[in-house]
């Protein structure tokens, strides 16, 4: 079974930084489009940014200017820089590929207060 194991995470105040890792056992990692996730509490799981094979990256609307996620295939590791931390960015972080498959790793939680 492929594992994700996210890390990184803490308690910062809005306006913060943050830098979460994720390392993976997934199996031909360099072809996988690779993903960060959020949930927030009482919401569903959604996608926060995401990195493709060919370095392309895409962001959440909230995300773009502030997050910058970037892979080292030698390593099968994925990292989420966030910067200007904000109160709405508070959750629980995954990283998984693209699209997701059914099994996550811990997540590390991530709080930003005001």
């Known amino acids: 079974q492929v594992q994700f194991v996210e890390s990184g995470g803490g308690l910062v105040q809005s306006g913060g930084s943050l830098t979460l890792s994720c390392t993976t056992s997934?199996?031909?990692?360099?072809?996988?489009?690779m993903g960060w996730y959020r949930q927030a509490p009482g919401q569903e799981r959604e996608m926060v940014a995401i990195?493709?094979?060919?370095?392309?990256?895409n962001y959440t609307h909230s995300a773009k200017g502030r997050f910058t996620i970037f892979r080292d295939n030698a390593k099968k590791t994925v990292t989420l820089q966030m910067t200007s931390l904000k109160t709405e960015d508070t959750g629980r972080y995954y990283c998984?590929?693209?699209?997701?498959?059914?099994?996550w790793g811990q997540g590390t939680q991530v709080t930003v207060t005001s």
């Open positions: 990195i493709k094979n060919d370095d392309s990256t």
């Open positions: 997934l199996p031909g990692f360099q072809s996988f489009a």
């Open positions: 998984h590929y693209y699209p997701p498959g059914t099994f």
